[in-house]
């Protein structure tokens, strides 16, 4: 039995912690943790008691979503409500922060930001970053440990594809684009 690592168990619960966003433009997670423990945790959501995107639409200033916190914010303002000290933490968040996340993760003393995805890195959030000492590293989900019944699942959609190869009237298009679908969600074979 594999045991899962730090990085991956706290970037899996970030993941998790995106399921939760009720804005669907982008759905995050982030985590914040220290001493190897997490402490607080975060989505990208409106503020509590307001209404959501999910259910009324966003609000688009500017082509931006102003109605929601981001996942980010919200970890360490939960950190601010409860008291919980941020100084020398580290996050876990599914997306590189934004700029204005990027400076609140500065400034709350966080040192190492591990995300899954590039998003749109912003030059001056990454410049911000390294003035500040602040180490960002990508960490990919492995859904091998998260998801333990990925391999088979890969399996079984190659299996499939396999068998539309061998029809006789296969549209090739189609099985091109089933392919290029099948290696974005799954292992490539
Ligand atoms: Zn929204
Ligand atoms: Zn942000």
Redesign the pocket.
């Known amino acids: 039995m594999d045991r899962i690592s730090w990085d991956q168990y706290f970037m899996a619960q970030s993941h998790l912690l995106s399921l939760r966003s009720t804005?669907?433009?982008l759905m995050v997670g982030a985590t914040i943790v220290r001493d190897k423990r997490i402490i607080a945790g975060g989505y990208n959501g409106s503020v509590s008691g307001g209404v959501h995107?999910i259910d009324e639409g966003?609000?688009v200033v500017d082509g931006h979503?102003v109605?929601?916190v981001h996942a980010e914010a919200n970890a360490l303002l939960q950190c601010a409500k409860f008291g919980v000290p941020t100084d020398n933490a580290d996050i876990y968040v599914t997306h590189f922060p934004c700029l204005q996340c990027c400076k609140q993760i500065i400034q709350s003393g966080i040192k190492n930001v591990y995300y899954a995805e590039d998003y749109h890195n912003n030059e001056y959030a990454i410049t911000l970053f390294k003035e500040a000492g602040v180490k960002t590293r990508k960490v990919e989900l492995d859904y091998l440990l998260v998801d333990t019944n990925f391999q088979k699942k890969n399996e079984f959609v190659y299996e499939l594809i396999h068998k539309l190869e061998s029809n006789t009237d296969r549209d090739e298009q189609e099985i091109t684009l089933i392919k290029e679908q099948a290696q974005r969600l799954f292992m490539k074979k």
């Open positions: 804005c669907t433009r995107c966003c609000l979503c109605r929601t």
